[in-house]
């Protein structure tokens, strides 16, 4: 039998191709650490993001590759690691890589829960991340992650920067954390824009792989103030199904437009209800919206989510339901 060398099992994967890019992975340069250990062989496979949802596709080719090529191969293992692309275009957070606004055209649409959970899920995946919970006016994050006020801010004493509090390894600030519960924050459009630029520029998230705003909801000051003070990566827009839903998403798609930010595509939320007695499934609020308007505005469905009430329930216990439940329906 003859021994197997790392030129072999390189000669494998530069068959297999990233789905994305259409290159092999080799070329890519993908590949980053090979060790052989007789007829055992463990590849290290750099990704483009940790949250790539092929992973699957390319570490089962990898194998099928190694085997294919490698007969006398026994064991077959492949890592997959990520280095999240991106690179900062502003001077005022320059550790952050990616930014990425969530939102919608109007309130109620679950916006902020989908904020929280594709937080979590980027960072169980290994990508560091931080939330700038800019909804002045109403606050979720703090409920969200189980933090309030009491658990104070405090000020970096290199950096002269308040430090985000973290909770479930996500960065987060708030104006929450500033305020009691029962005191509501009457601000002119100014004060809440200067808020939200004091999160971004007195505020010291080191290196971040991706920084979520928590957007309200409509087309107005903040979201304005957001696009005009750095240069966003892309945002995601949150709709129900239903048609009033709808018309006010499309709106919000269409500023982001215009401010030439990237849509990245739409998610919609409460889409579906399947009964826990029967399994039988009830579209409550319609079926198809979400779709349609991508349709329509040559955008993507990214997914929907069903109506649940553990989704609720993690929400006002403080523990999303990506951390909660991180196998439930996705």
């Known amino acids: ?126 990508a560091k991340v931080g939330i700038i919970d800019a909804d002045i006016y109403g606050p979720s994050m703090p409920l969200m992650f189980g933090l309030n006020h009491k658990n104070g801010l405090q000020q970096d004493p290199e950096t002269k920067k308040l430090a985000p509090l973290e909770s479930y390894g996500i960065k987060l600030i708030s104006i929450g954390f500033m305020i009691d519960d029962e005191n509501p924050v009457i601000w002119r459009g100014p004060m809440a824009s200067g808020a939200l630029k004091q999160f971004m520029t007195d505020v010291n998230w080191g290196e971040l792989d991706y920084l979520i705003y928590d957007l309200p909801p409509g087309t107005g000051d903040i979201q304005l103030t957001l696009v005009q003070t750095i240069p966003l990566t892309g945002a995601v827009i949150v709709t129900t199904p239903q048609e009033m839903s709808l018309i006010d998403a499309k709106k919000g798609l269409k500023m982001f437009e215009r401010v030439n930010v990237p849509v990245f595509g739409i998610i919609e939320n409460m889409s579906y209800f399947i009964a826990p007695d029967t399994g039988n499934k009830y579209d409550i609020f319609g079926t198809g919206g979400g779709e349609k308007l991508a349709n329509e505005l040559d955008s993507k469905l990214l997914g929907c989510i069903p109506i649940d009430p553990r989704i609720r329930e993690g929400g006002d216990a403080g523990k999303p339901i990506v951390e909660a439940l991180p196998d439930s329906v996705k």
């Open 1 to 126: 039998m003859s021994q197997i060398t790392k030129d072999d099992v390189i000669k494998a994967l530069s068959t297999v191709d990233d789905p994305d890019l259409k290159r092999d992975l080799v070329t890519l340069n993908m590949v980053k650490g090979i060790i052989i250990d007789g007829t055992k062989i463990i590849a290290e496979v750099e990704l483009t993001t940790p949250a790539c949802p092929l992973k699957d596709v390319i570490k089962n080719n990898c194998i099928a590759a190694i085997k294919r090529d490698i007969p006398e191969a026994t064991i077959v293992e492949i890592n997959l690691t990520a280095s999240v692309s991106g690179k900062s275009k502003n001077d005022i957070m320059p550790g952050v890589k990616n930014t990425i606004a969530v939102a919608s055209g109007k309130g109620g649409v679950g916006k902020s829960t989908v904020a929280a959970n594709l937080a979590i899920a980027l960072a169980r995946e290994g």
